[in-house]
């Protein structure tokens, strides 16, 4: 391998590289001066790369021809770490970085600079050694090259110490996914953007009256509780606002205080309930820079709601978010737009007098237009009325005029023009910003100053006047201009969401596409064109390119005065987004990974909201006007998951976030999403299968049921749909519908026969689901259909307890005047201490008068003792109970469900997952092979099995278990494996553990498969595994069962993950002690010395992970074990416990011959008996040969040096397993053999 014309070949092929390399580096933008650096360094050593090619080939020639000379030292450009793969390692990051996958990327991705100074500066740096290097392979220095060769390792020892920094940044990261996916999972309205782009836009030096303003200081001093500032609208409320938040966000950092805001918007009244505006309210306290963690009461609620796949109600919402701000002097709250929040202003003053309620120290702040229930709600309030001052307007006026080509150019040739104009509009404007903005804008068309004066003497006095100007003037432009100004601004107004510029683009060039073409870069109109042609009615935010129209008034001036323009907008936009879906671009079919998946929506940035709304307006529109587009679409097969799939995008971006969508869904269930009632029916009539489902088993109706369209519903009812189908977790439509609060669809289903109690995974009922959503309404319809009241979960949940303890007084209320009654047991004990807790005691009295029969057991005697005066108990360390027992000991035999109440855990995993063939199997669980029912993406699941009846002891070992992988799910680390899902199965006393797979299998398969790695590849493991397990330590959890079988390969890039937790134990170090524990388990032959002594003398502690791992760095490197019974001779007349105790094992040749001797002095280190010496895992992952370059003595490479095993018996084998108790669970070993 290391022969000069495989050299020289690989020097060609880095060559081509650094080519490509620089010249993606002339064509980027930004960056300047690093750029330059870096190119020029970049073609300097490039240049030294050559000269040593033609030395190589030289050197070549002159063997050939006059025998061998002098010969180079082109071993050291050889092997896994070399200068040549270094250089090629940089050159493929800069060419990732600076490459676009295609036309279309490279037009939505300009190339920028995408290199931080200090990423610059360590390129820089290691070519300036890489150049050295060359130079001295050239001259043939061999001592001047040991050197060289030294300070690349140690610059790949750095680059370790920088891994290591890379990998608890990705720790941190991974943490960060995990506590951001619980966030996003309370809101999906986020105004953190809209806020910045808003404080952008404020003129400096206005606003300063209301920021001294009197009211508003004492507001923000917490003088008043409440502050109203109505306003015309255009007067500038909404930046008054944003000036208002940079205040607290910067002069309020220092007090206790918390602060949120919310704007809202006029086009999403529908999305802005009150629960989904306290959703927001709570993701932003959860995302304040003091919530470093997610809060226990935040998971619990998110855990009880995941468990049933229910939403939190308003009242929970209230109560959490008075939980998490009650140590706080003051929660600000800051609402834009109260009179845009929703579409009753009742609604919204109901809204306001909930975020009241969340408690005394609240401080709300809000801005409104005029209006008389506003006034009479704000009757004793403080106000504050907000008009745009003159001297604001003035300052505005002032800037705006130079910013404005044509009419600064006028104001140059005649200095005064420019006081006439602002004297004139601040005149004019009514107070309002928006006026003068408009008014400012007519006056940028002006051809001369004469025009520009006349102008200023026919301003238009309202604001329909002055939009009727701003669209004349667009209609006066050229005839094709004009036309795609009013395309570009219609399609803005009826958008279901903020559009950006660059999904203008994608639509205006799918509308000019004709007879199946594929959409092309060259198809793009020109961006500023496009947003050009509309101006003075639009506005784009030149951060995030999102375009908008310049006022929420601009779409009420539409609805009024121009309803049929709108109306063929809408119908153009529904037809442009089915024919954009259904584009040759994507008839490859929906992605099968994220990062594929992320591409398609980079490169095509359309197909998400085309997916979303395609038949949003449908319902407003003439059938015969929008059905050959669908028909046209459907029939194309791979069509509906690429729809489904680009609908299913979550907010956030976690693992297999794309595949998350159900696969084979027909078209009719993608259609019942939207109120299609007419649709529908055409597509069944055209051959569509009424109870056509995909693998989530929803069907139509069902989808129907679940967005609320009664009319569907009905529709479907009528051609025949099954009432009572059900999908693949058992849940019925009106499951949905209930679950959803959608009385509406409720009453239909049940006048179509419905069945009320349908019982879906969990035994979850349409009742219980009325509860979880908190419709009253719901709940009085199902209850008068006969719910029945008594009918339990798998917890031992009812509807009344649920709504206990969940806070729904009025719904507990109704449903205990209806006879119902608290479950008996743990459920109706829980659900009453809950309720007591938030406020309800008088109902709880009212439910609890027999105690025993709710709680299950008597009321206890509790003997009475004066407070005072109390005796000291001294505090003694925690201590796990020994799981040890006889025959004679009482089992503490527990109801499962009890036991698992503790665990917060979900059921329904057969309806979930398929399950498949059996992978593997121990003494406390089977592992079989399991795949997502909806998804098909693969996982493992470890089932743990109890005895009949249970007993807390049962799943004593499973506790640690479950607790570390639920810290790691708030902690994660990429080589430790991850828990995807956790079930109990109440039938068969067993829970499920869900894991991500590992496709290469174990590392034990992998040894047994290649005999042995070599150096490079066992340094690639095991700088992933003594990683994973440093993250451990450092968290105080020790392993205990280190070897090949729980290291999962998950990739072919040997990506590991350590997996099987159910020895590991926590250690509390807090202290700054390191506590040891003295259970005797492990796997014989990968324990250490400590943990073979007499149970008298046995305590030990981090240390067993690390001699484990010597082990298994043992096995990696030869391919058998170091200690083994099969060592037992005459001559060496010692059994498996004994090697261990003494330490004693060997490196037999030839099988360790071409290991490298700092590998030796690692595992030296590692196998130490001594555990005060022994190697911890930082000084492992410090070790020199976890740095070096992998080239050993004699030339030779790691991948020439294996041998087949031949050594006898000696092979590699499944070991046992120790238990807790010593046992050994394979073969029954004795604990006394070892």
């Excluded at 099968?592 to 359309?606: C, G, I, K, N, V």
């Excluded at 070992?957 to 799910?969: D, N, P």
């Excluded at 298994?1112 to 074990?1121: M, R």
């Excluded at 050993?1192 to 000696?1210: H, Q």
Aim: contains cysteine; hydrophobic residues 40%.
């Amino acid at each position: 391998m290391s022969d000069p014309l495989s050299i020289t070949a690989s020097v060609i092929t880095v060559l081509e590289l650094a080519a490509t390399a620089t010249n993606y580096l002339r064509g980027i933008k930004n960056g300047d001066t690093d750029r330059v650096n870096l190119r020029d360094e970049l073609r300097s050593t490039t240049c030294l790369l050559e000269m040593l090619r033609d030395r190589i080939e030289d050197a070549e020639d002159a063997a050939t021809t006059s025998g061998p000379g002098r010969p180079l030292y082109i071993k050291a450009l050889y092997g896994p770490d070399s200068p040549l793969v270094q250089f090629q390692r940089i050159l493929e990051d800069i060419i990732k970085q600076l490459s676009p996958q295609s036309k279309l990327r490279q037009r939505s991705l300009p190339m920028t600079w995408p290199f931080t100074k200090k990423d610059t500066a360590e390129k820089l740096s290691c070519l300036e050694r890489l150049k050295s290097h060359f130079i001295l392979v050239m001259q043939n220095d061999l001592a001047q090259l040991t050197q060289a060769s030294y300070e690349l390792a140690q610059a790949s020892h750095e680059r370790i110490v920088d891994m290591g920094q890379k990998v608890d940044e990705t720790h941190l990261k991974d943490h960060e996914d995990e506590t951001q996916r619980i966030i996003l999972w309370f809101s999906t309205l986020s105004f953190r953007e809209q806020h910045i782009a808003i404080l952008e836009s404020v003129q400096p030096g206005t606003g300063r009256w209301f920021t001294k303003h009197e009211a508003l200081r004492a507001w923000l001093d917490g003088k008043i509780s409440m502050l109203w500032c109505p306003g015309l609208p255009g007067a500038g409320k909404t930046r008054l606002m944003s000036m208002v938040i940079d205040i607290l966000e910067h002069d309020q950092s220092s007090k206790n205080s918390l602060y949120t805001y919310i704007y809202c918007n006029y086009n999403s009244r529908k999305e802005q309930t009150s629960a989904a505006l306290l959703s927001g309210l709570v993701q932003q306290v959860l995302q304040h820079p003091t919530s470093e963690t997610v809060p226990p009461e935040v998971l619990s609620l998110y855990n009880s709601h995941k468990k049933y796949g229910t939403r939190p109600t308003l009242k929970e919402l209230t109560d959490l978010l008075g939980k998490l701000t009650s140590t706080y002097e003051s929660l600000f709250v800051v609402i834009d737009a109260l009179d845009e929040c929703t579409e009753s202003e009742e609604d919204a003053l109901r809204f306001l007098s909930t975020v009241r309620s969340i408690g005394s120290n609240v401080r709300i702040l809000c801005s409104s237009r005029f209006s008389t229930t506003f006034e009479a709600f704000f009757v004793s309030t403080k106000m504050v009325e907000i008009f745009a001052r003159d001297e604001d307007i003035r300052m505005f006026l002032d800037s705006e005029i130079s910013q404005q080509p044509r009419l600064s150019k006028h104001v140059r040739a005649d200095p005064d023009l420019r006081t006439e104009i602002i004297d004139s509009i601040t005149g004019d404007c009514q107070g309002m910003f928006l006026l003068a903005k408009l008014h400012l804008d007519s006056l940028s068309t002006k051809i001369n100053r004469k025009a520009v004066r006349s102008a200023l003497r026919t301003l238009p006095v309202t604001l329909d006047d002055t939009y009727s100007e701003a669209l004349q003037r667009i209609y006066d432009q050229p005839a094709d201009t004009a036309e795609l100004a009013e395309t570009v601004l219609l399609w803005i107004i009826c958008a279901r969401e903020t559009l950006t510029v660059m999904q203008l683009q994608h639509m205006y060039a799918t509308q000019e596409l004709t007879g199946g073409m594929a959409l092309g870069d060259d198809d793009l109109p020109d961006a500023d064109i496009l947003t050009g042609a509309c101006s003075g009615l639009i506005a784009v935010d030149h951060e995030s390119q999102a375009i908008h129209a310049i006022h929420y008034t601009v779409h009420q001036y539409f609805e009024r005065s121009h309803s049929q323009r709108l109306m063929a907008a809408r119908l153009s936009l529904t037809k442009v987004s089915l024919a954009y879906l259904g584009l040759p671009n994507f008839l490859s079919g929906f992605c099968e990974s994220d990062a594929a998946m992320l591409q398609r929506l980079t490169e095509y940035p359309f197909l998400e909201y085309a997916a979303k709304h395609w038949g949003s307006d449908m319902n407003l529109l003439e059938a015969d006007e929008v059905l050959p587009s669908l028909d046209r679409l459907f029939s194309n097969p791979t069509v509906s998951e690429t729809i489904h799939q680009a609908w299913s995008v979550p907010t956030g971006r976690y693992p297999n976030w794309s595949q998350e969508f159900p696969r084979k869904s027909p078209a009719l269930v993608l259609a019942a999403a939207f109120d299609l009632p007419v649709i529908l029916r055409h597509m069944i009539a055209n051959g569509h299968k009424i109870e056509g489902k995909g693998t989530d088993g929803e069907t139509a109706l069902i989808r129907a049921a679940t967005f609320g369209h009664a009319e569907n519903v009905r529709v479907l009812l009528e051609l025949g749909a099954a009432v009572n189908a059900q999908d693949y977790m058992g849940e019925s439509a009106l499951q949905r519908a209930a679950r959803n609060g959608h009385s509406s669809v409720i009453r239909v289903l049940l006048d179509g026969g419905a069945c009320v109690n349908n019982k879906a995974s969990n035994n979850l009922t349409p009742l219980m689901s009325a509860v979880s959503s908190g419709h009253l309404d719901a709940v009085r319809m199902l209850v008068e259909a006969g719910a029945e009241l008594m009918v339990e979960t798998e917890w031992g949940d009812s509807a009344l307890s649920m709504a206990l303890r969940s806070g729904q007084e009025a719904i507990a209320t109704f449903l205990a005047d209806y006879g119902a009654l608290l479950p008996r047991g743990m459920a109706g004990r829980r659900a009453s201490i809950i309720a007591s807790r938030r406020g309800l005691q008088r109902l709880v009295r009212r439910l609890t008068v027999d105690y025993e029969a709710i709680a299950g057991r008597p009321l206890q005697r509790q003997s009475s003792r004066i407070m005072s005066g109390l005796p000291e108990s001294p505090e003694i360390p925690w201590q796990r109970p020994s799981n040890l027992h006889t025959e004679s000991q009482e089992r503490d035999e527990i109801s499962f469900a009890e036991l698992m109440e503790q665990y917060d855990i979900q059921t329904g995993f057969y309806q979930r997952y398929n399950m498949m063939e059996q992978i593997g199997k121990g003494h406390f669980a089977t592992v079989y092979l399991c795949s997502n029912r909806v998804t098909g993406v693969l996982f493992a699941v470890k089932m743990f099995h109890s005895h009949r009846p249970p007993s807390s002891s049962d799943f004593e070992s499973l506790h640690y278990e479950i607790q570390l992988l639920r810290e790691l799910q708030k902690h994660s680390h990429p080589n430790l494996m991850r828990m995807a899902d956790l079930f109990a199965d109440f039938e068969k006393n067993r829970i499920c553990l869900v894991m991500d797979l590992g496709k290469e299998g174990d590392l034990f398969d992998l040894i047994v498969a290649k005999e042995k790695f070599t150096e490079a590849e066992t340094r690639v493991i095991f700088t992933q595994l003594l990683s994973a397990i440093k993250f451990l330590h450092d968290r105080g959890w020790v392993h205990r069962d280190v070897k090949p079988e729980n290291i999962l390969v998950m990739d072919r890039n040997l990506t590991i993950q350590l997996s099987d937790f159910g020895l590991a134990k926590k250690l509390h170090t807090d202290s700054g002690f390191e506590e040891l524990t003295s259970t005797l388990c492990g796997t014989p032959s990968y324990v250490p010395p400590e943990v073979l002594q007499t149970s008298r003398s046995r305590s030990y502690g981090f240390g067993v992970d690390l001699w484990s791992s010597g082990v298994v760095l043992y096995i990696c490197l030869c391919g058998f074990p170091p200690f083994s019974d099969d060592l037992y001779t005459e001559e060496n007349p010692y059994t498996l416990s004994q090697q261990i105790k003494m330490g004693q094992y060997h490196y037999p040749s030839p099988y360790w011959d071409s290991v490298g001797d700092p590998a030796l002095d690692l595992i030296d280190a590692m196998l130490t008996v001594d555990v005060d010496k022994r190697a911890t895992a930082e000084e492992s992952l410090a070790h020199p040969w976890m740095c070096e370059a992998t080239i050993s003595p004699n030339g030779a490479t790691d991948a020439s040096m294996a041998l087949p095993l031949d050594i006898g018996t000696m092979q590699l084998m499944p070991d046992q397993v120790l238990d807790s108790e010593g046992s050994a669970i394979t073969t029954g070993l004795e604990p006394g053999t070892i």
